[in-house]
């Protein structure tokens, strides 16, 4: 799935003639609103409700209702973009865990989500789904590796995968005790690379076992 526009400024919607007073309510609302959990891709009447409710209160013009409506809407679309993000997941694959990976500098604009599954009590193993977009395609031989790191170094490997345009959703299994490690990581293998090449770190994040 491509990624939703998140929506524009506040400032860029209500436009520069709004009184401060105003602004300032509008401001709790976007904030209450980025607050909630995703709703559905049409806006609940509730929201309505409460947009109607400030309008009566302020004595918004017709314009500055309308333009509170259109925040509404674009953060319902946002939230709506982000339960795709969070929902993606295999059938019959209920995650415990879902942990955002950050960008480092050497992959701008990438992201990925790792969803932990509940440990098998038989074999120790933990299931875990990586749904990544944002990074490169390699040329051919080369691929994404994701890692378990301790103290700034790699030490222990979860599995390898290359990516397609768009969203790329992997699935892999770890054997590891996650809480004898400190972060999870993203590197690239090129072609050609040797065990001492540098391999940066493309994504990270702290682990939570």
């Given at each position: 799935?491509?990624?939703?526009?998140?929506?524009?400024?506040?400032?860029?919607?209500?436009?520069?003639?709004?009184?401060?007073?105003?602004?300032?309510?509008?401001?709790?609302?976007?904030?209450?609103?980025?607050?909630?959990?995703?709703?559905?891709?049409?806006?609940?009447?509730?929201?309505?409700?409460?947009?109607?409710?400030?309008?009566?209160?302020?004595?918004?013009?017709?314009?500055?209702?309308?333009?509170?409506?259109?925040l509404a809407a674009a953060l319902s679309a946002?939230?709506?973009?982000?339960?795709?993000?969070?929902?993606?997941?295999?059938?019959?694959?209920?995650?415990?865990?879902?942990?955002?990976?950050?960008?480092?500098?050497?992959?701008?604009?990438?992201?990925?989500?790792?969803?932990?599954?509940?440990?098998?009590?038989?074999?120790?193993?933990?299931?875990?789904?990586?749904?990544?977009?944002?990074?490169?395609?390699?040329?051919?031989?080369?691929?994404?590796?994701?890692?378990?790191?301790?103290?700034?170094?790699?030490?222990?490997?979860?599995?390898?995968?290359?990516?397609?345009?768009?969203?790329?959703?992997?699935?892999?299994?770890?054997?590891?005790?996650?809480?004898?490690?400190?972060?999870?990581?993203?590197?690239?293998?090129?072609?050609?690379?040797?065990?001492?090449?540098?391999?940066?770190?493309?994504?990270?994040?702290?682990?939570?076992?």
């Open positions: 799935m491509s990624g939703r526009r998140p929506p524009r400024d506040l400032r860029e919607l209500v436009g520069d003639d709004v009184p401060a007073e105003e602004l300032a309510r509008l401001r709790h609302a976007d904030a209450a609103l980025r607050s909630v959990p995703p709703p559905p891709l049409t806006i609940p009447e509730s929201l309505t409700r409460r947009v109607e409710s400030l309008t009566a209160t302020s004595l918004w013009t017709r314009r500055r209702a309308g333009a509170a409506l259109a946002m939230f709506f973009g982000i339960g795709h993000w969070t929902g993606r997941e295999s059938p019959g694959f209920e995650p415990r865990l879902s942990v955002p990976m950050r960008a480092t500098s050497h992959a701008p604009g990438a992201s990925a989500l790792i969803k932990l599954g509940r440990e098998n009590a038989d074999s120790g193993n933990y299931k875990l789904e990586l749904v990544v977009r944002g990074l490169r395609k390699l040329p051919a031989g080369g691929y994404y590796v994701l890692w378990l790191s301790k103290g700034g170094r790699y030490a222990g490997t979860c599995g390898t995968f290359r990516v397609g345009s768009g969203t790329t959703s992997v699935d892999m299994n770890v054997s590891y005790r996650l809480s004898d490690y400190d972060t999870w990581v993203v590197t690239a293998q090129l072609p050609g690379q040797g065990p001492s090449s540098p391999h940066p770190w493309l994504l990270e994040a702290s682990i939570r076992a």
